[in-house]
């Protein structure tokens, strides 16, 4: 039901979520996953794959991953449904929308909702960078929350 530890690190157990980028990936295309995970082996970030957005909910609060990377449609709802979710449960986390040219529209008001971006199909390495910066920015706003409670 929930790949918690499934990730390109070789291990079986959680590591600190500081010493590394955590990133869950709701999309209900393994292909998708396993292309992207492909491509982040060698990175330092450890994604973990949800199909839904309960699975997603789960995987953030247990891997204490900063990045929420999703698609615009998903099985039990759209990227609006995890904003809202993450303003609710997660927001510590930034939100990263993955998205077809043919949904712009559809996502024109993305970071007006709380996406910290949207990035635009097909998956290709860029990707390490854009969810490596979505992290630092989650990193940077729970230290302000933090220093300013």
């Not at 396993?34 to 839904?52: I, K």
């Not at 990377?69 to 979710?85: K, R």
């Not at 930034?94 to 949207?118: I, K």
Request: hydrophobic share 45%.
């Amino acid at each position: 039901m929930f790949e918690l530890l499934r990730s390109g690190s070789g291990t079986d157990r959680p590591e600190p979520a500081d010493e590394y980028c955590a990133c869950v990936f709701l999309t209900c295309f393994p292909s998708a996953f396993e292309f992207l995970a492909t491509l982040l082996r060698h990175a330092d970030v450890r994604l973990r794959h949800a199909e839904t957005i309960a699975e997603a909910d789960f995987l953030l609060a247990v891997t204490g991953a900063r990045v929420l990377l999703c698609d615009t449609v998903l099985p039990d709802g759209s990227w609006e449904d995890c904003a809202d979710m993450l303003a609710r449960s997660h927001r510590g986390v930034s939100l990263v929308v993955l998205a077809e040219e043919v949904d712009q529209p559809f996502v024109s008001g993305a970071v007006g909702r709380g996406a910290c971006a949207v990035a635009w199909k097909p998956i290709n390495p860029q990707m390490r960078h854009l969810i490596v910066a979505a992290h630092e920015a989650a990193a940077q706003r729970s230290e302000k929350r933090a220093c300013h409670p």
